[in-house]
């Protein structure tokens, strides 16, 4: 299970932290992923980190102002999300999978983020 918290308005430029606690086994093998959704749009990657080496990755459009975390002893994953812009509004959904980029089968509820222009 996977349960995200964070999310929430703010205005442009300013800064949100999102959370997904994942209750259950975490493997060498797992990569844990955010993905966003906005209205009317297809679900699209955004960030992922590999949780045997912290290695992460990003979309191009995020990169620089985003950053993806994770604690192990907390079994949790954080998206640090600064210049936010009113095009990163959207529902966020973390994923446990096995490749980055790739969703796996596993999603939490979603948290949704909405940037004020």
């Known amino acids: 299970q996977l349960v995200e918290s964070g999310g929430g308005l703010v205005q442009a430029g300013g800064s949100l932290r999102l959370a997904c606690v994942v209750s259950?086994?975490?493997?060498?093998?797992?990569?844990m992923g955010w993905f966003r959704q906005a209205p009317g749009k297809e679900r699209e990657y955004v960030a992922s980190?590999?949780?045997?080496?912290?290695?992460?990755y990003y979309t191009n459009s995020v990169k620089d102002r985003f950053a993806i975390s994770m604690d192990k002893a907390e079994n949790t994953v954080y998206l640090q999300m600064n210049s936010l812009k009113a095009e990163d509004t959207a529902a966020y959904y973390c994923?446990?999978?096995?490749?980055?980029?790739?969703?796996?089968?596993?999603w939490g509820q979603g948290t949704q983020v909405t940037v004020s222009s």
């Open positions: 994923n446990k999978g096995i490749s980055p980029g790739t969703p796996g089968p596993y």
């Open positions: 980190i590999r949780w045997s080496n912290g290695l992460t």
């Open positions: 259950g086994r975490l493997y060498s093998s797992s990569v």
